[in-house]
Nanobody
Framework: QVQLVESGGGLVQAGGSLRLSCAAS????????MGWFRQAPGKEREFVAR????????GYANSVKGRFTISRDNAKNTVYLQMNSLKPEDTAVYYC???????????????WGQGTQVTVSS
């Protein structure tokens, strides 16, 4: 069992930066692929970034590649999403999630946080 709690969301102007954190509980955190997803009003939840259990393997949606960076600290049971050069279209609720394998498919993530709101003003 893994419980996830996101933090770090807020209101930022276009071009600004935010760093999201996701604190996990559970002794098996380090064995999971961790992902970040987002959901804007009226839209489906979409993949943003993922990182494998040991850290060096990452993947990003094309829309955030080069602007967002995912990382994890297994000693602190925490995964991060550094978001730079934010755009109004990045506005959404951001969720972290855990999966048992290296996947970008929403339904294959078995544990989810409650989400944190990110709003980017133009």
């Amino acid at each position: 069992q893994v419980q996830l709690v996101e933090s770090g969301g807020g209101l930022v102007q276009a071009g600004g930066s935010l760093r999201l954190s996701c604190a996990a509980s559970g002794r098996t955190f380090s064995s999971y692929t961790m992902g970040w997803f987002r959901q804007a009003p009226g839209k489906e939840r979409e993949f943003v970034a993922r990182i494998n259990w040991s850290g060096p393997v990452t993947g990003y949606a094309n829309s955030v590649k080069g602007r967002f960076t995912i990382s994890r600290d297994n000693a602190k049971n925490t995964v991060y999403l550094q978001m730079n050069s934010l755009k109004p279209e990045d506005t959404a609720v951001y969720y972290c999630a855990a999966a048992r394998g290296p996947t970008v498919v929403v339904r294959e993530y078995v544990y989810w946080g409650q989400g944190t709101q990110v709003t980017v003003s133009s």
